[in-house]
T-cell receptor, first 113, second 112 residues
């Protein structure tokens, strides 16, 4: 079956550095992608989303890039802070009337002070 | 504005017992979802309700049933709990297709 996966299960960065978390997807019909942040003991929290008609979308300190040619999604966090330490999930929706978000396994981001 | 509220937060069951996980949202969302999260894995969809009055199976529906009681509430029932159902369960809701889903804080269920 088709799936969403992550290249790196863990990422450790220094406070103030930029972080890049990657995600590969295999469903070419997916037309909507989301990044979630999950802190320990909490539910996933929406960070940013992007639709397949876009290549890039920026939020506050975060940027999502979508490369449909190679089916790759990335989340960039600028000036990473200790509060950014969490597990980050990408999720895709195959589109149409399908409501089923498919989640990747997650990347643990650790920010060292 | 509470968002998505799940009860209980923690539960221990014996094998074969039944229980219902409750979920309510106050955002007037049409769609609601139940996911499970196991260590080292992403969230997997158990059941979803695209709109009030409809429910559909997700990726891992076996051993579960759901009820969309009204627009606000979506419950998940384990009729005969098994150790393989030990997991963290998340309820979520979304307003429209292809928009972000908002998650509850989760229910940590242990089946012994």
């Amino acid at each position: 079956g088709e799936s969403v996966g992550l290249h790196l299960p863990t990422l450790s960065v220094q406070e103030g550095d930029n972080s890049i978390i990657n995600c590969a997807y295999s469903n070419s019909a997916s037309d909507y992608f989301i990044w979630y942040k999950q802190e320990s003991g909490k539910g996933p929290q929406f960070i940013i989303d992007i639709r397949s008609n876009m290549d890039k979308r920026q939020g506050q300190r975060v940027t999502v890039l979508l490369n449909k040619t190679v089916k790759h999604l990335s989340l960039q966090i600028a000036a990473t802070q200790p509060g950014d330490s969490a597990v980050y999930f990408c999720a895709e929706n195959p589109g149409g009337s399908n409501y089923k978000l498919t989640f990747g396994k997650g990347t643990l981001l650790t920010v060292n002070p | 504005n509470a968002g998505v509220t799940q009860t209980p937060k923690f539960q221990v069951l014996k094998t074969g017992q039944s229980m219902t996980l409750q979920c309510a949202q106050d955002m007037n969302h049409n769609s609601m979802y139940w996911y499970r999260q196991d260590p080292g894995m992403g969230l997997r969809l158990i059941y979803y309700s695209a709109s009030e009055g409809t429910t559909d199976k997700g990726e891992v529906p076996n051993g579960y049933n759901v009820s969309r009681l009204n627009k606000r509430e979506f419950s998940l029932r384990l009729e005969s709990a098994a150790p393989s159902q030990t997991s963290v369960y998340f309820c979520a809701s979304s307003g429209q297709p292809n928009t972000e889903a908002f998650f509850g804080q989760g229910t940590r269920l242990t089946v012994v």
